[in-house]
Each structure stands twice: as C-alpha cells, then as structure tokens.
C-alpha cells in the first residue's frame, strides 16, 4: 500500500467520524467526545458478525449503520434528551458524552473479554488486514472506502438538499429558533442528526481496522483526530468538516512519514501529535475553522503589499 | 492487618483525590473553566519526579546512560544515603514537590494560551487533545519517564521500616491535603474566588469591569495545575515508581469530575465529601474485585465493571442531582454579613410591632 493509498483510506474515514461529529454539533451544540467509541463499536460489531456468522467485513457496512444508528439513538434520548429539557449547560452536557465514552469503553471491553473467550481467539486487539483484497492493482480498503464516503456523500446531499426534511434540518442548524417558530420540530432533527451520527461513525469503525489496529481503547486515541479534523472545518460546517478530515488526515500521514524518514520508523506512533499541532495552530489563526477564513480579504491586504 | 491496610489505602486516596479534586474546584467549579486535561496536570507532576528529579539526581551522581537503567542505580545510590540520614529524604520530598508545582503552573499556564481566549466547548477539546497526546508521548517514549518501562524514584521514606513507611507517608498525604484545603479555602473566599464566580456566571460582566479574562483564566489553571502536579508528584513518590499507564484520562481526570460534582460544584466542604464518597465505593470495588466476578459470574476483567458503573453514576448525578450533595452557598463577607444582620433586626422590629 503506497503513502498516498494509506493516507486517503485514513482520511476517507477521518471525514466520516468529522462530519458526524459537526452534525451532532450544529443541532445538539455538544461536542461529542464518545464518538470515538462510536466508532469501536462499530469495529466490534464487525468483528462480532465475522465471528459468529462468517459475514465479511465489508457486507457488514450497513448492519453497522443501522446498529451504529440505533446506539446513537439510545444515547440521544436516553442521556442527552433528558438533560437539555432540564436546561443542562453545554459543560454538563460534554461531561454525559464523556461518561457515555466511559460507559461504551467498558462495555467494549467487557465484551472483547467474552468474545475472546467463546471463541477462543483474542479480540481484545484485532485487525481485519487479513481478510482484504486487492481490486486491480488497489487495496480492497482504498476502494471500498473511497466507495462508501462517495455514497454517503451524495446520500446526505440528497437528505439535506433535496428533501423538506432536509431544508427543514438545515434551517434548524442555522438557527433552530427561528426554525421553531416557523414550524420545523427541531426534536426530530436532533434525533436524526445522532442516529446519522453515529450510524457514519460505526461504519468508519467498519473500516478502520483494515487500516491499524483495534483495541477497546481505540476510541480514546482517534478522538483527538476527529477533533482536530471538525475544528479545521469549523466545527459548525459539514463541508469544513469534510475539508477538516482530509486536511488533517494528509497531513498525519504525510508529515509522520516524511519524518520518519530522517528519524527512522519510531517516529510513525506519534501521529497524534500532527494532529495536535494542525489543531493549536488552526485555534490560533482561525479559530472558526477554514470557512471561516474571508480569502478575498486576504487578497486584498495582499495586492497592496505587492 | 488486612483491614489496617484497607483504611491506610482509602486515607491515602482520599489525600490524593482530594488535592486533585481541590485543583479542579478552583478551576470548574468557581471559575467555570472546563479542564478535561487534569490528567496531564498531574502526569506533570509524575515527570517532575521520574523525569526532572531523576536526572538532576543522576548528574550529582554522575551516573550516565538511559534513563530506564540510570534511574535504578540512582535510586540504590539515594536509598542507602536515605536509610542513613533522614533528613536527605525529607529535603527530597520538599524538592520534589517544590519541582512539580514549578511545572505543573508553567506547563499548566503554556498549554492553556492557544484557547484562553476561547469558548468552553473549544477549551474543553483542546485540553482534552493535549492531555491525551501527552499521556500517549509518555507512554511511546522511553527518554522522556521510561515509556511502557516506566523507571524507579528513591524512596523518600527509606529511614523508615517496612510496615511503618505506609502508615507515615498516609500521614504525609493527609497533611499535605489538609494544607492545600486550607489554602484554597482562603484563597477562594477571598476577592479573587468571587472574582472567578463571577467569571463563570458571566464573563461579559467581568470584562466589563475592566478584569482581563485571558489573563484570569491563565493564572487561575497555573495555580491548579500546580496542586494538581502535586499529587501526581506524591503518588509517584509514594509508590516508588513512575509509569504513564498509570495517569490515564479516566483515573485523573473523568474521576475528580465525577467526585466535584458528586460532592457539590464551587464548594470546598463538597469536595471532600464528594471525594470520600468515591474513594470509599472505589476502594471497596477494587479490593473485592475477584468476590465480585466470582459472585455475579461475570466473564471478563472487573475494571470494565467499573468503568461502566461509575459512567453510569455519572449520568445519574447528572441527571438527577446536578446540584451535588451539598449546595453552594454565598461566601459570607463582612459586609454582607452586616446587611444580613440589619435586616434581621428591622424584621424583628417588624414583629414587634
């Protein structure tokens, strides 16, 4: 697998777990800190059906979109519906996605316990690299992903652009109180955007294990790229979120392997960091993400400098 | 001798718990700031001893090489000049602890600067991201404290014999707790702890009044960063060596939320409730844990029992009890004081009449 491949696989589901995350975002205004086990659970869930029912990974795709979508569902009105009717404030509302995190890591983790044990093979760290294969002369991965981020894509076009649902959600996005008043259930369009949300972030969990290693504590790690990736775009655009992933995941893999380069493959654990400095540096120059930036003022302070 | 052992253990947790727990009270709960990075405030603490402390140490030595092996030879080379003159340990420990505030403030005050200015949800990720990429260099990297190895601290304790270093360093622990309660009490009735209530009702207000929020915010997760490095530099010291996996988000940072908030949010006396409460259940958890799996005939580890109980207590309070255990009350100046007291006697005359 070239550098380039890899990098676009990671970015591809990089944008899936963004863009969830900017969804839940704009309707809820709580930035999710369990969608990265969202995303384990969807590896889990893959890794479940493999198991038990031989259903390769990749068939597993839209079971782990309705399953993903169900979880999010369950954790929408079961811990933050509850708390945002009795006024919670959005502190308190991180806090319950953390302790949802906490909540998900041990079930994840007490499951990778008992899967290991009825079938006698640890799932506690697994990777599914095994089981691709190539199509031509690209990754099974490479295709597959870049298939599924381009249905997905034009699926939530479709949703947001072409349905009255969709103009109704988006209006509830821009200003959900002007969208009350105009009629629009700003209840149901949250409910839809944590089922989407967490639906997309299970079927990166899908394929992510095609691309590193899965722990229960994945979720954990990955956090900080998806936040990185929706804080780029802006945190409140689903196109920044979109530009957000690529943006950061090119330039985890790009930077860590030209580094590691010079200093030898030790280098390649420290992605994270690329992350981090992609993150600090975006907060200080453009804190409202990449849209944000008025290039043509740019240009303008620019032609006087010339 | 088991059940000394178990009050020993839950005093010295409460210790620590209770510096962290205090750290993030000043920080969350009075001045509304969000620290999801306190784990790092405290790992911080834990490099001062495994990683500062260690190699000041190996240069007086003039012990040289990696850290992993050097610190072992450092810490044989302290422990016999420890278990000699006691007064080289007790010098150790203040130094230790002197180093780990240093850092934690300086650490605290340089990682907060790209969101200060920020909104609390961007505040919250970015220290939670920086926390979590820390934790992670610490543990990949084996120059910085050891990585996946960890390295060994001298024993501060040495002079002491076996069974009696436990019951001292409880002490120690209780002590120093006691003393940063009583500083960050007097600190936070005093004009600056209204000045963060203040900050966390509304910070318009605040900026209003001609306080620069930035720099409010800076100085107030320096000083609790500091206390927070404190307990990682005790428990690094108290448990003679130092390993990252042993600083994780979960441990040092989602558990002394759960503990304020438990206990009651912006009130000191909460805190410790709050953290009395938590260790106890937690220590109990921890030591039946095997009575437990037997019991429920659970198939896997009992720490993701746990995790899934305490996040679910979590939600709990959250839900139904936002307010904790114990309320928070307005600190009683003199001149509030004064009113009250007016205002009692024209109701008594009131009556009166």
Redesign the interface.
Known sequence: MSVLEGAIIYSNLLVLLAIGLTMTYITT???N?AQGSFAVFGSYLALTLLRFYGIHPYLSIPIALIFGGVLGLVVYIG?LK??IS?G?Q???L???T??????L???M???S??LG?VTKKSATRFIFTPYDFPVGFLSGIFVVSVLVIALILFGLYLLLYKTKFGVAMRASMENPDLAEIMGVNVETTRTVSWILSAGLAATAGVLLPFRQEIVPMTG??I??SI??SS?VGG?GSIFGALLGGYIVGMSESFVTFNLSEVFGPSVL??S??I??VV??IM??LA?RGIVSIKWRRIKWLASFSS | MAGEFLILNIVIWIGLYLIVGLSLNIEYGFGGIPNFGRAFAVLMGAIAIGGIVNRILMVIFGVSGQIIDASGVVKTTMNDLIAQNPLIGIALLIFGLLIAAILGAVTGALFILPSAKLSEDYLAITLLAISEVVFMVSYYHPDLIGGYYGVTVPDVLRFIPGEQRLFVFALIIVGIALLVYYVVNRMLTSPYGRLLKAMRENDAVVRAYGKDIMNLRIRTVAVGSAIAALAGALYSMFSVNVIATNFSRVEWTFYPFLMILLGGLGNTRGVFVGVSAFVVARIFLITYKFEIVQALGLPFDPVWLEYILFGIVMLVILVYRPEGLLKEKPVMTSPIKKVLEKRKVKAKEVAAK
């Open positions: 205004g709580v930035p800190f811990v509850p708390l009795r919670a959005i502190v308190i991180m806090i319950a953390l302790a949802v995190d906490l909540i890591l041990g079930i983790g007490a499951y316990d008992y044990m954990g790690i956090i900080v936040f990185a804080i945190l654990v420290y994270r960091v992350s981090l993150l600090v907060l200080i804190p």
